[in-house]
């Protein structure tokens, strides 16, 4: 892989950082500080909803000043979260912890953009791979972003978690010295952006292979990101399990998020892209089985484990399928399009995870997750039957 792979792995272990951390301690901390239990998990709601707003301003930026300044400045406002973090914790006050998660938020919609930034580093036919290294750097986030949450939470019983918010922050700037000394922007294979930027909207939407790639990532988002957010609160408030055992359940499911991408990219290639997604509904399918059936320890960690699972074979599926749909010119219209329906629709769970699990409960919310994976399956269904279509007619 070229060099610049290799530096967007490293920079995504450290930005990548704040969404484990404040998927761990923002519905905890939200319980400690908001008015009412049903906010608790707000904090995790908001920071997806960061990300939504700022994905097309931070796609417009990278179209016209390059994606490295960008990346700059998503770790930027990565380190101002974490600051104002550490004033909700000395303040107590849940609307300046609110605002940190969404300013966590516009960070991350830049950290979303490091898998094209790495897929326009190499070959077409190696797209994938590169996407899927790049994800790598999640599984050190996996293990760094909840430690560093979980080491704050003692130290000073007056200001919990104040330490966890400056360790997030120094990560933060740990990344933008990655990204400054190492990342070329250059190095991108990309060809000249034609003048016009390529087809209109409607006409690139008409094909049914982007909506099966954009259902991919946006589905499988949205379902894993619906059933984590509820998962530490239900673990601690509903299950009666402990912090650590909490910790250590989101800790694993993060990582069986990312390690699958040792072979995931690999997997497009010889196995195909319909199989690897038919592949995570499936282990969506037994991750909803398994955690309806219990509320122990390992009910909650086999299920999050294949939550993970899923979530890597459909959004790294969709990933390497999305550019099959667009050319150079369209590029950043329609990637930023994607994301935008793929961290609305995780916004949308996550703020609904919180209201949900008090309402119905643990075993009613992660039923719930049924229907949208028929809905992919249906977005796959069109895709494959076009291509079959068009495959007939060729002969």
Known sequence: ????????????????????????????????LASAPEY???PVGLVVLG?????????????RFGRKRVMLLGTCMGMIAGGFGALASWLGLFPLLCLAAAVGGTGLAVVHQYRFAAMESVPDNM????????????LVAAWLGPEIAAFGSGIEANYPFLTSWLGLAAVQLAALVIIAIGYRGRAER?????AGGGRPLGEILANPLVWAAISAAAIGYAVMSFIMTATPLSMTEIAGHDLDAAKRVIQLHIMAMYLPSLISGWLTRVVGIPLMMAAGLLAYLGCVVLAASGVSFHHYLSALLLLGVG??????????????????AERF???????????????????????????????????IAVPFLVIHAVFMMLWLTRREAKAGESL
């Open 311 to 328: 979530w890597n074979f459909l959004f790294v599926g969709g990933t390497t399928l999305l550019p099959r749909g667009y050319t150079d």
């Open 1 to 32: 892989m070229p060099f610049n792979v290799w530096v967007l792995v490293a920079a995504q272990a450290l930005a990548m950082c704040t969404a484990p951390f404040i998927v761990f301690i923002g519905s905890i901390q939200g319980r400690l």
């Open 190 to 194: 990309v060809r000249e952006t034609h």
């Open 51 to 63: 990300t939504v707003l700022t994905i097309k301003p931070a796609t417009w930026l990278m179209e």
């Open 40 to 42: 608790a998990t707000l």
């Open 127 to 138: 797209a994938g791979s590169a996407a899927a290294r790049v994800l790598l750097g999640g």
């Open 333 to 367: 219209r329609v990637q930023g399009l994607n994301d935008i329906f793929v961290f609305g629709s995780q916004a949308t769970a996550a703020l609904s995870a919180g209201v949900i699990l008090s309402w119905l409960g643990w075993s009613s919310l992660v039923m």
